[in-house]
C-alpha cells in the first residue's frame, strides 16, 4: 500500500479550521512589517505612530494576536509530526526519510520567500526545528507535556531576566537616546529603500533585515520548540474530554491573558523604567503560548457544541490551503507596499494595517471557498506534497491519483 498524504475523509476539521484561524492571525501581526520597518519601531522608547488610535490598536494586537499564532501554528505542525508517524508506521513506511524531504522542501520555499518576497518568514524556523522533532516524537506523551512545560517557562524566564536586568541596570535609560537616534535612522533609511528603491536594492535590505531578525536563531528555536512538543502531545493523547478541555481552558485563561496583562497595566512606563519592557517580555514569550492553548481549548469547545458552525467552515477553507494563503499573504502585502507595486511603505499606521488585513483575508476566504470546491488542496500545498512523497498528487477534483 502507497504511503501518501492524509486523504479529504480522513482531515480533521478542527486542525484546519485553527490553521485558517492561525493564517488570520499571523496577518495581523505581519501586516506591521508588510507596511513599515516594525523593528526598529517597536524599539524605540515612544509611540512611532503616537496617534489614540493606532497606540490602542497596538495594544489591542500585543495582547490579543502578537506572540499567539506563531505558537499555535508551532504546536500544529508538532501534531501533523506526530500523525505522519503514526501513518507511516501504520503503512510499514518509513517516516524519517520522507520526513527530511518534506522539511527540506518546506526550507527551499523559506529561502525563496525571503530571497523575493519578504524577511520575516517563518517557514526556515519550522523547517529547521521539525528537525529537532526527530529527537523527541517518539516519546511518551506525558514526557512530551512535561519536557514542553520546563522549556516554555525555562526559557521565558531567562528572556525576562535579561529584560529585567537591562533595563534595572540603568542602560537601557542613559542610551537611550542614542539608542533611538540609531532606530530613527533606520526607519528612514528602510523607508527610502522600500518605497523608492529598486529590486535588487529592496532584496539586499530584506537579506540584511533577515539575517538582523535570526542572528538569535537559537533562542527562536527554544521559544517555538515547546509548542512542538505541546502538538505531539495532544496527538498521542488524541481524545480530550469536555471536561478536561474546560480545566486546561481556565488554567491557560489565567496564565495567558493573566500574563498579558501585565504589559497594558504597565504601558504607560513605556521607556521610563523596566516595569513595563519586563512584563512585555514575560507576556510575549510564556503569555504567548499560554494564550495560543488558550484559543485552541476555545475553539475545539466551540467546535463541539456547534457554535459558530458557519463562521468555522470559512476558516476551515483558508486552513486546508493555509501554506499557499500563507505565501500569498506576502506576495499581495509587498506588492501593495513596496516600490514595485504601490510604494505605500512607512506611509499608514497599524489602524490601517488590521483595516487591510481584514480585506486580504476576507478575499483569501472567498478564493479560498472557490479553489477547495474545484481542487483537493491547495497549489503550493500540492507541490509541498508531490515534492515530499516523491509522485504527483491528486489535484484537480475527479481526477485520478497518480500514487
Known amino acids: ?141 506525558k514526557v ?24 534595572s541596570s540603568g542602560a537601557a535609560i542613559t542610551y537611550q537616546n542614542a539608542q533611538n537616534e540609531l532606530y530613527e535612522q533606520e526607519i528612514a533609511q528602510s523607508i527610502q529603500i522600500y518605497s523608492n528603491g529598486t529590486y535588487v536594492e529592496i532584496m539586499k535590505e530584506r537579506i540584511h533585515e533577515w539575517g538582523d531578525l535570526n542572528r538569535y536563531f537559537l533562542f527562536f528555536i527554544a521559544g517555538l520548540l515547546p509548542m512542538f512538543l505541546f502538538g505531539a502531545y495532544a496527538a498521542k493523547k488524541r481524545t480530550f474530554t469536555n471536561r478536561g478541555l474546560w480545566r486546561l481552558w481556565l488554567l491557560t485563561l489565567i496564565l495567558g491573558p493573566g500574563s498579558k496583562s501585565f504589559a497594558v497595566i504597565f504601558f504607560s512606563n513605556k521607556g521610563e523604567d523596566w516595569r513595563y519592557e519586563t512584563a512585555m517580555s514575560w507576556g510575549y514569550e510564556f503569555g504567548g503560548a499560554m494564550m495560543s492553548i488558550f484559543y485552541i481549548c476555545s475553539i475545539v469547545l466551540l467546535y463541539r457544541s456547534g457554535v459558530c458552525k458557519r463562521l468555522f467552515n470559512f476558516f476551515q477553507f483558508t486552513g486546508r490551503m493555509a501554506f499557499t494563503n500563507y505565501l500569498t499573504q506576502s506576495i499581495i502585502a509587498t506588492t501593495i507596499f513596496y516600490s514595485y507595486g504601490l510604494g505605500l511603505y512607512g506611509k499608514f499606521g497599524p489602524l490601517v494595517g488590521v483595516i487591510l488585513a481584514c480585506v486580504i483575508f476576507s478575499i483569501q476566504v472567498i478564493f479560498s471557498k472557490w479553489w477547495m470546491k474545484r481542487y483537493y488542496t491547495g497549489p503550493l500545498e500540492w507541490v509541498w506534497r508531490s515534492l515530499t512523497y516523491g509522485r504527483k498528487q491528486r489535484f484537480k477534483r475527479n481526477e485520478i491519483s497518480n500514487s
Open 144 to 167: 512530551l507535556i512535561i519536557m514542553g512545560f520546563l522549556l516554555i517557562t525555562v526559557y521565558s524566564l531567562f528572556m525576562t531576566t535579561l529584560t529585567y536586568d537591562y533595563w
Open 1 to 141: 500500500m502507497n504511503w501518501k498524504p492524509v486523504g479529504e475523509q480522513d482531515r480533521i476539521q478542527s486542525l484546519d479550521i485553527m490553521r485558517g484561524i492561525a493564517i488570520f492571525g499571523i496577518l495581523l501581526v505581519n501586516m506591521k512589517s508588510f507596511s513599515g520597518p516594525d523593528s526598529p519601531i517597536r524599539a524605540l522608547s515612544y509611540e512611532y505612530f503616537d496617534e489614540p488610535y493606532n497606540v490602542w490598536t497596538n495594544v489591542l494586537l500585543e495582547f490579543f494576536v502578537q506572540g499567539n499564532f506563531i505558537t499555535m501554528f508551532s504546536f500544529l505542525f508538532g501534531f501533523g509530526i506526530v500523525l505522519m508517524a503514526e501513518r507511516a508506521a501504520a503503512k510499514n513506511k518509513r517516516f524519517v526519510p520522507v520526513f527530511l524531504r518534506r522539511q527540506f522542501v518546506l526550507l527551499l520555499f523559506g529561502i525563496l520567500h525571503v530571497l523575493f518576497f519578504w524577511y520575516g518568514d517563518i517557514l526556515i524556523m519550522y523547517a529547521i526545528v521539525g528537525l529537532f522533532m526527530l529527537i523527541f516524537y517518539r516519546l511518551n506523551k
